[in-house]
């Protein structure tokens, strides 16, 4: 009996659990629902884009989180427990990385998602980045014209992917520059090379937006913006050419008694006896040195090369090429073998720069990175500025140690030229507003002060008390041009005025004047007449025409007697002495001899005839020649030609006949 009922027992035990599971077993009641739970969540904010963050709350459940905004954690919590939020894991990029910190990150979870927990990413490195070396400099005549030729330095290293075509630009007289953007120095110098050259004698505004930034996404405080001027090709001395080609090598042709071509010889080239322009080998500027700036004064040469350091050979007799010395083998540099390997560069000072060169007739003056003009050689007049008529260049260290030409209070210097004996300078205040002020001789009025007494050779001349060119009521120059004994501008209405001597002409009157006959004295004034401009009170100012119109004139460029423009339309007009042929007139007989000495000359002037279907990329005078750099790299020159300067391989004089300009008139071959 005992089995029995025990098996019947089991029997009802398992049909009761069986009722059960079909939710039938009558009185027994459904399993509670789980406990409700809710999310953990905020926002991250300042997170730099392209790195992230990772995140946990209660030492588990890690989120990654890549950009700022909202984060919700995947695991949610019931009411009651405890959350603590915390960093697991910093943003390790960009650059130093970022400090992330978390506020309202812990308590116990009510009845309610979490939604206030506050990420806030700071950079460990928050410092702009800096622009500390810029190539060219700001407001540089002289520049590489192919190449790496702008290169931008910055303290540190740049996110490249933020340096493009809109963040780093290059503007030129035609638009934006096309070229391409590489990057050098582990990435703390990006690098325009232009897809085909610059111009030459052209200037150029390079443009760095705040779009650039550094590894820790740091922008630039502000734009960086500075131009430059690529500088001339051709440098034309008095019977010498030079030019300086596009990979910066220079070739030299002409006269060379002083060694001024630069080849360790006295012997002239292009003149059919010496060498031929075509197989002209490149003057030794040094090691791996090339020019990105060069000059011709009468019988010397400048050059700024690529690596800053100022070179000048030639004529040394006054100091003018800045070595220290000017006696013995010194006195010329340039005319014998090995002279211009060991050439040393000028001492401007310890660690200046030039960033513009000009030569005059026996002295040189460069214009500074730090806005100074410093001088050297003949100081006969006070060209030099100093206040005296000590030469400078002819001992150790003068130059460096020399004080800086006085040009005045609140002026910085723009633009330099010189002349035979005299200086010039565009200087401009803090208003963006130009003066012109020149200095040293002026036996001919070319200071421009209505008097003949030079200045700069005594104390109490130069700085506030020298006196600026009046040019007439709002005009400013925003060109100049010296030479012998007369110099021109450019003026802000593109119109042009000279001033000086004025006995061949070149002043441009266009009235007449009562020049001297040839073989006359024409070196000297007669007081009140128009053979000189600017030597007597009135003469300057609203009072001084333009032999050249407002709105006409683009480029500009002078010899010893003659002056040269570039008009709108692309034509070239030039007047003064045509002795040489230098005008470029096809003949010299009569009336042509001299253009601007009667009334009506220049404004009836017939356009040189040159190159058809080109235009003029840079224009150069010289003593009595002219020369033209062309838009398709062609070289053209004529005038006087009796040591082979004008580079045709002969010595006959080119413009002063029929049938020698235009078509006619020879391409340079400067060879390889």
């Known amino acids: 009996m005992h089995s029995k009922m025990t098996f019947r027992f089991t029997s009802l035990a398992a049909s009761a659990i069986a009722l059960t599971a079909c939710g039938g077993g009558g009185g027994g009641s459904a399993a509670p629902p789980p406990p409700a739970t809710y999310s953990i969540g905020g926002t991250v904010t300042g997170l730099v884009a392209g790195t992230s963050v990772v995140l946990q ?163 630039l405080a502000a734009n960086v913006v500075w131009s430059f001027n690529t500088g001339k090709k051709l440098a034309v001395g008095w019977e010498h050419t030079c030019a300086r080609l596009d990979d910066g090598s220079v070739k030299c042709w002409g006269r060379n008694d002083f060694g001024q071509l630069g080849y360790g010889d006295t012997t002239d080239r292009g003149d059919s006896v010496g060498t031929s322009t075509s197989a002209l080998a490149a003057v030794n500027l040094g090691a791996g040195r090339t020019a990105v700036s060069l000059i011709a004064g009468d019988y010397h040469n400048c050059a700024i090369l690529d690596n800053g350091d100022t070179k000048c050979w030639g004529l040394n007799l006054n100091g003018q090429l800045g070595q220290f010395s000017a006696a013995g083998t010194l006195s010329r540099i340039g005319d014998a073998a090995g002279e211009m390997a060991a050439l040393l560069p000028v001492n401007l000072g310890t660690g200046r720069r030039a960033l513009e060169i ?113 040019f007439g009521t709002g005009l400013t120059a925003s060109y100049l041009m010296a030479t012998g004994g007369h110099s021109c501008v450019i003026l802000s209405n593109q119109a042009v005025k000279c001033w000086g001597l004025n006995t061949w002409g070149a002043v441009g009157l266009d009235l007449g004047n009562s020049a001297p006959a040839l073989g006359a004295p024409q070196l000297l004034c007669s007081g009140g007449a128009r053979d000189c401009i600017g030597d007597t009170p009135g003469e300057l100012g609203n009072a001084l025409t333009s032999p050249i119109a407002a709105g006409a004139a683009v480029k500009l460029s002078l010899g010893f007697r003659h002056s040269c423009v570039v008009i709108a339309n692309g034509d070239l007009k030039c007047w003064g002495s045509n002795e040489e042929g230098q005008l470029g007139l096809g003949t010299n007989a009569g009336a042509n001899l001299i253009i601007g000495d009667a009334a009506g000359e220049i404004a009836g002037l017939v356009p040189t005839a040159l190159k058809p279907s080109t235009e003029i990329e840079e224009l150069s005078g010289g003593g009595f020649h002219t020369c033209i750099l062309n838009d398709d790299d062609t070289v053209n020159c004529w005038g006087n030609n009796n040591r082979g300067q004008l580079g045709h391989n002969d010595t006959a004089i080119w413009g002063d006949g029929a049938g020698e300009m235009g078509v006619n008139l020879p391409d340079l071959d400067l060879g390889p």
């Open 57 to 219: 709350n209660n030492s588990g459940n890690n989120l990654t989180v890549g950009s700022a905004g909202s984060f919700t954690f995947s695991t949610e919590l019931t009411s009651g427990t405890a959350y603590a939020v915390t960093v697991l894991t910093q943003p390790t990029t960009p650059g130093a990385g970022q400090t992330c910190t978390v506020a309202s990150g812990s308590g116990t979870v009510g009845t309610a998602d979490i939604t206030n927990v506050a990420v806030t990413c700071v950079k460990n490195d928050a410092t702009p980045p800096t622009v500390t070396a810029r190539k060219p400099l700001a407001t540089a005549i002289g520049s590489q014209i192919q190449g790496d030729v702008v290169t931008v330095t910055f303290d540190s290293a740049i996110d490249t992917s933020t340096v493009t075509a809109s963040s780093f630009s290059v503007q030129g007289p035609a638009g934006a520059v096309a070229g391409g953007i590489s990057f050098a120095a582990g990435n703390t110098q990006a690098i325009f090379t232009p897809t085909t050259r610059l111009a030459y004698d052209a200037s150029y505004t390079v443009t760095l937006t705040t779009a650039v930034t550094d590894l820790s996404a740091n922008a």
């Open 358 to 470: 000009t030569a005059g007739q026996n002295f040189t003056c460069a214009r500074l990175d730090d806005n100074s003009v410093k001088c050297w050689g003949l100081n006969t007049s006070g060209q030099l500025g100093q206040g005296n008529t000590a030469s400078l260049g002819i001992a150790n260290g003068d130059i460096a140690a020399a004080t800086a030409v006085s040009l005045g209070t609140g002026l910085t210097p723009i633009q330099l030229s010189l002349g035979h004996y005299h200086s010039c300078a565009i200087l401009r205040d803090a208003s963006g507003n130009n003066h012109t002020k020149c200095w040293g001789d002026n036996r001919w009025g070319q200071l421009g002060q209505g008097n003949t007494v030079s200045l700069g050779d005594n104390g109490g001349e130069m700085g506030d008390a020298l006196p600026e060119i009046d």
